[in-house]
């Protein structure tokens, strides 16, 4: 039996109230219901965090997410954190310093970097390695993911950089 | 930002269209049904349960297309799907298609299989055995399919293919040396593990289908779907929107012929999603058993070296064959041996098939090769790096009679990594160091075509097969088109890879593509000038030779006319474009691209580590890669290559291990099976790209992303070597290994 429910919340600023089937992940109904792909899916069992969305400004997995459960809350992907007419600064950071290559974790990353410096402005490096620890990436080494992230801690890329 | 490439700021805002995004109007979902028996006949198939399920199409099982016969790219091996027997866990038996993937995924659990288990050869060993079961009956090569040449199966046996490499007579010089040591090494089944799964979309209309496809060889899969149902080529469109990671597992062909027959099946749309798990079934590196043997003077000059590799090639040999071969060329490294007696085998067992992956057969001959250079070192009492100095070949000489002389000096490479670790002063000279170099042989094969079209407005189209995989090609030719035609990067916009519009090209793999396609659209860059140059010299009565391309047209000396000028007064009316075409064959630039290998791809690597006694666990706090890469296009993607490379490297050399226990596979999970995180990477990685400009590729450019995974874990060993005395010869070096080897030295 499915049993769906009504829920209301908040998707990258934008009122949005659907009916869900109880059973369905935050993932699916991001990517394939309201049409927003950049969340990527990967594993399926919350180890990759390439499905990285923010629930109240805090970073989750939308693959292991009940949908439901983000009733009257705030959800924020990588298209609400894209300005409309160009790149936050930490996206500008990860093109700027190759932070990607293939880029299916991308969208993870800067989910969780997003996160990191709202809450710790300028991490050290320490805690930049222990934030990001569970956003896996096959591509990049992590080395220039790293530096990128390190030159928005120092406070090198402005909104308006390059 | 203008000069950053475009497929990043695509991919930064989540706006990049990979195949799982992808969607194809009324398309049904495939979930497939895999299965749980190592090698078993399969004794009946009932779906009837799952097709009475609300939303469920149809299920495609082995009798459906068994009239297609097998498939394969070198060995005709393959079934579309199992027909009468399956000869790995994770083989596909069934595809549900099914309206939504949820009802596919439900029904598929109503699937019936019954098996009846048959004897099994799981390792190399058990292949290997007089009495071992025959996983194939028979074996059929596809001479010149893929690769030129194919496998040399022994018939009657699970081994698929031997090469051997014989220069010299290493028996006269075994017997006249010094020194004889001899070392055996295992490397075991690596996981690709892109975080994009294999993904397949396959539209079969009539007598043409279209795939969507995460392929790094399109055109490998257009044939081999060409061949097997019947189709001519110019109806089977195969499309690449961008991948999310490849590493050889998305080359060759995978799991395309399957969707197809769901789709052929149901004579609609159909998706098949697979999950990290699934693709950990679909294909992982060749395992290896291989022993060494090196003879040396008296003054610790290499006399001979042997060796024998052993690769395990899983159920289906895929380019397993090609594994073998170029492993035993890739162990015999940038040094001048005189004698050399090289054998690989590629075995069949019944475990996921083998595959291609970052560098095919280096890391296992590499790990075996320099770990043992630095055993035979210690044997003879000489550091190690002067024994390697004492025995590389120089830039010039060849490491065998058959291969291209090497262009580059390894020498150099060791120096830099080892100032790399001298120039900085916090380095402990007291840590263990271990080093490691490499010279591998890229199969890549010089056939590309390109078009570059120059459009009235000045902007320009390059068209190729290269898929753009995150190493930058598209923006890499993009780049070279800009540059041979002058005009600025941002005029020139690359197209995704479709076989209906781009040209026939070999594929994306090997480190080819910037030097080989690179050329062809070099080459049709020239062409598009040409053109727009005998417009002018036609039209306006001028001498070519005082024609010259310049940003947004053509400067005739005296004055500037713009492109729109150009066709405007050539065709009579305000429009058109030129199209230019390029080609690279074996047969251009006077043949000096059909020798073997184009280029040598090398690398040297240095380590320091920290053991902890207690528990065995190293950490690497200090890394130094160095490759001569011919020049550099683009540094921060050329970095990225060789950081990602390396970090693959410390993957297998410390903790990645696909396992097998009876031929189940025990950690084919994401959870299960860990690739490094960004904590596990050297705090401390210093990438040294050498450029001399002598590489045959644009601008002097060699291929490279390749060689940095290859020193890794010979060079981590060496330093556990040279300070513990403590030898690890099977991979991956896990705490409780070295914990062991350490208690057994006390």
């Keep these: 039996m499915t049993y769906a429910l009504p829920i209301s919340f908040s998707l990258n ?93 991308t969208p993870g990353f800067i989910m969780a970097v997003t996160a990191l410096l709202k809450a710790t402005p300028h991490p050290t490096d320490e805690e930049i390695r222990h934030y990001l620890h569970g956003n896996l990436c096959r591509c990049t080494g992590y080395t220039k993911i790293f530096v990128a992230v390190r030159s928005l801690a120092a406070g090198q890329v402005s909104e308006d950089a390059a | 930002m203008s000069s950053v490439r475009p497929d990043l700021i695509e991919k930064v805002t989540g706006r990049a269209e990979y195949i799982t995004d992808l969607t194809v109007p009324g398309m049904l979902h495939g979930f497939v049904v895999r299965s ?71 029904a598929a659990e109503l699937v019936d299989i019954e098996y009846d288990e048959l004897p099994r050869a799981t390792t190399i060993q058990e292949a290997m055995a007089e009495d071992a079961p025959l996983i194939h009956e028979r074996h059929e090569n596809l001479q010149d399919f893929y690769f030129k040449g194919g496998a040399k199966p022994t018939q009657g046996s699970n081994i698929f293919h031997t090469y051997r490499s014989n220069v010299g007579d290493v028996d006269a010089a075994e017997a006249a ?31 043409s289908l279209t795939v969507w496809a995460g392929a790094q060889t399109p055109t490998a899969v257009q044939k081999v779907l060409s061949r097997l149902f019947g189709l001519q080529l110019a109806k089977v469109r195969v499309i690449v929107p961008f991948v999310g990671g490849g590493f050889g597992g998305k080359a060759s062909v995978k799991i395309e012929p399957l969707v ?40 610790g000059r290499i006399l001979a070296k042997s060796a024998k590799l052993l690769l395990d090639g899983g159920a289906y040999s895929d380019t397993g064959s090609a594994v073998a071969t170029k492993s035993a060329n890739r162990i015999i490294g940038p040094y001048a041996v005189p004698n050399l007696r090289l054998e690989a085998s590629a075995i069949y067992t019944n475990t996921v098939p083998g595959a291609a992956f970052r560098s095919i057969g280096g890391p296992q001959a590499v790990w075996a090769k320099e770990s043992h250079m630095d055993n035979v ?70 056939i590309a075509n390109a078009i570059v ?42 197209l995704r890879a479709d076989t209906a519009v781009a040209p026939y090209d070999w594929g994306t793999g090997a480190s080819r593509s910037t030097v080989v396609v690179g050329l062809s659209v070099e080459n049709a860059a020239l062409d598009a000038a040409d053109q727009i140059l005998d417009m002018v010299m036609d039209v306006w009565e001028l001498p070519k030779e005082s024609l010259s391309l310049v940003e947004g047209g053509v400067s005739t000396g005296s004055e500037v006319l713009t492109f729109h000028q150009i066709f405007h007064r050539t065709l009579g009316v305000d429009s058109g474009e030129v199209v230019g075409r390029g080609a690279i064959t074996p047969r251009s630039k006077k043949g000096a691209l059909a020798e073997s290998p184009l280029f040598w791809e090398t690398s040297a690597g240095l380590a320091e580590i920290v053991v902890d006694e207690d528990t065995g666990e190293i950490r690497v706090p200090r890394y130094a890669s160095a490759a001569d890469v011919g020049r550099v296009i683009n540094r921060v993607a050329a970095e990225g290559q060789d950081e990602g490379a390396a970090t693959m490297g410390f993957g297998h050399a410390l903790y990645e291990q696909l396992e097998f226990e009876d031929g189940q596979p025990i950690n084919a999970t994401p959870i299960d099976y860990m690739i490094p995180r960004i904590s596990d ?24 992303g390749e060689g940095a995974i290859l020193p890794v874990a010979p060079a981590i060993a060496n330093a556990l070597f040279s300070a513990y005395g403590i030898r690890i010869t099977d991979l991956p070096m896990t705490p409780e290994k070295v914990w062991r080897a350490l208690q057994k030295r006390k």
């Design chain 2, 36 to 106: 749980p028996a190592v090698h078993a006949r399969i004794v009946s198939i009932d779906t009837s349960a799952a097709r009475s399920m609300d939303g469920v199409v149809d299920v495609l099982v082995g009798k459906d297309v068994a009239s297609f016969g097998r498939w394969g790219v070198v060995l005709k091996d393959r079934p579309i799907i199992a027909t009468d027997r399956v000869r790995y866990v994770g083989e596909p038996v069934a595809v549900v298609i099914a309206e939504t993937i949820e009802i596919a995924e439900n």
């Design chain 2, 177 to 207: 040396a010094a020194y004889v040591h001899e070392d055996h090494f295992t490397f075991p089944a690596i996981s690709h593990f892109a975080m994009e799964p294999h993904t397949v979309i396959a539209d079969f209309k009539g007598d």
């Design chain 2, 681 to 704: 990477v050297p705090p401390v990685f210093d990438t040294i790209l050498v450029e001399n400009g002598d590489g045959p590729g644009p601008g002097g450019a060699k291929g490279m």
């Design chain 2, 453 to 494: 079209r120059l459009k009235i407005d000045g902007s320009i189209l390059v068209s190729v097969s290269s898929v753009e995989v995150g190493q930058g090609a598209h923006a890499t030719m993009a780049r070279i088109a800009a540059q041979t035609l002058k005009q600025p990067f941002s005029a020139v916009s690359t």
């Design chain 1, 13 to 105: 600023g934008q009122a949005t109230a659907i009916e869900v089937p109880t059973h369905t992940l935050l993932i699916d109904l991001i990517r394939d219901r309201l049409g927003l792909k950049g969340t990527k899916r990967s594993c399926d069992m919350e180890v990759c965090g390439a499905c990285t969305v923010l629930l109240d400004g805090e970073p989750i997995s939308s693959c292991t997410t009940l949908a439901v459960d983000v009733d009257r809350r705030e959800v924020t992907t990588i298209e609400g954190v894209t300005p409309p007419d160009g790149l936050s600064r930490i996206q500008k950071a990860f093109v700027l310093h190759g932070g990607l290559q293939c880029g299916f974790c």
């Design chain 2, 377 to 446: 070192a210690a044997a003879i009492g000489m550091d190690p790096a002067e024994f390697r100095l004492k025995n590389l070949a120089a830039r010039g000489e060849r490491t065998r009679p058959d291969l291209r002389a090497l262009d580059m000096d390894m020498s150099e490479l060791m120096g830099r990594v080892t100032q790399s670790f001298a120039s900085d002063s916090q380095a402990s000279n007291r840590r263990p160091r271990g080093m490691a170099v490499a010279a591998t042989d890229p199969a890549n094969t010089p």
């Design chain 2, 260 to 299: 197809a027959a769901a789709s052929w099946k149901v004579q609609r749309a159909v998706r098949v999603a697979q999950s990290i798990s699934d693709s950990m079934l679909t294909c992982r590196r060749l395992g290896a058993d291989v022993t060494i043997r090196t003879a040396v003077d008296a003054k």
